[in-house]
């Protein structure tokens, strides 16, 4: 034999030589739901080790991410329900406690890539990423909100929007509503690809945030449609989208590949919260060994060609 593969796996030393692919800390970004009000913690029941945090212990929260090398954040808000109405009226409310922590946040720690998300969801009474009018979502209508949403987010100093709404135009419309308010500077990571997954399920408890009716089907794409995905690329790409995004990672792996191939723009991939919630289930039953297999799961999605994770794994997988 001429070829023998079994010599660059020798030893630990020639194998970490031929390694193709590394996930560091540079590439993730850590998910957090912030909480009203001041000393609150509470656990997410269908993602343990995944809490709801007050701005105060966000703060603990975050300076402790930063030690361990994680740079980036996601915040999401918790609405309580009697805040939500049809059209999300908190969500650019400035003195909203979500706005307010985020100026907070950014304040404090400067340093850190701060990421917020524009949909409807968490403020609608309806649970939907849009305004809802005879079990319609309405789309034109929404970007409005939207813009609004985004501004006020960007108000904040936050660095880097994610509009995970699904409604068509919105990326060029955000990018219009923040440039024509001096907010050149702030990102846009679209949420490009975003399938109707039932992935989302434990998000959706972690922020009481499920449709009250009907599904997301009329926005978010065909689990089944791969070529669809590049009419979502395409348009993110000319709307002036910085990064662009696939959500579920999992699932979707050759949607990440397809992107990597063929946008310039560095790829985000979602690693979302049911696919954190499998492996935590599985390990606590003793079935799999959660260290090794978060490891194995953010490789195979930077595999892939995913540049950067969203990952709820991130601040565990920082520790080791
Ligand atoms: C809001 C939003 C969702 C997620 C991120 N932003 C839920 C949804 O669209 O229903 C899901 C994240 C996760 O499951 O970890 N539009």
Not at 259 to 286: C, H, R, W
Not at 293 to 316: C, P, W
Request: with cysteine.
């Amino acid at each position: 034999m001429l070829i023998r593969p079994r010599r660059n796996r020798k030893s630990l030393a020639i194998r970490n030589l031929v390694e193709e692919t590394k996930v560091t800390t540079d590439d993730l970004i850590f998910p957090l739901f912030l909480l009203e009000g001041q000393r609150q913690k509470i656990e997410v029941d269908s993602m343990p080790g995944i809490y709801r945090l007050s701005v105060d212990l966000m703060l603990k929260e975050i300076e402790e991410c930063l030690t361990l090398g994680i740079k980036a954040f996601d915040i999401f808000p918790v609405v309580p329900e009697h805040y939500k109405d049809k059209t999300g009226t908190k969500s650019h409310d400035p003195k909203f406690f979500y706005l307010s922590a985020l100026r907070e946040i950014k304040e404090r720690f400067p340093e850190a890539a701060i990421m917020t998300d524009v949909a409807l969801d968490p403020y609608s009474s309806d649970g939907h990423d849009g305004i809802v009018e005879d079990g319609k979502i309405l789309n034109d209508e929404t970007l409005e909100i939207l813009g609004k949403m985004a501004l006020a987010q960007a108000e904040t100093g936050i660095d880097i929007i994610g509009p995970s709404d699904m409604m068509d135009g919105r990326v060029g419309y955000i990018r219009e509503v923040l440039d024509e308010n001096g907010f050149e500077e702030v990102s846009i990571m679209s949420y490009s690809a975003k399938y109707a997954s039932a992935f989302y399920g434990p998000f959706r408890d972690a922020l009481d945030s499920a449709p009250k009716a009907g599904d997301k089907k009329t926005y978010q794409m065909n689990p089944a449609n791969r070529r669809e995905a590049l009419i979502e690329g395409d348009l993110d790409v000319d709307e002036g989208a910085d990064f662009l995004m696939i959500k579920p990672a999992l699932a979707y792996l050759d949607v990440i590949k397809l992107f990597k191939d063929t946008y310039a723009q560095p790829i985000a991939a979602y690693n979302v919260s049911g696919e954190y919630s499998m492996l935590k289930a599985a390990s606590q039953k003793g079935w799999l060994e959660y260290n090794k297999v978060m490891a194995e799961t953010l490789l195979s999605i930077k595999r892939a060609g995913a540049d950067i994770i969203l990952t709820y794994h991130a601040k565990e997988f920082a520790s080791l």
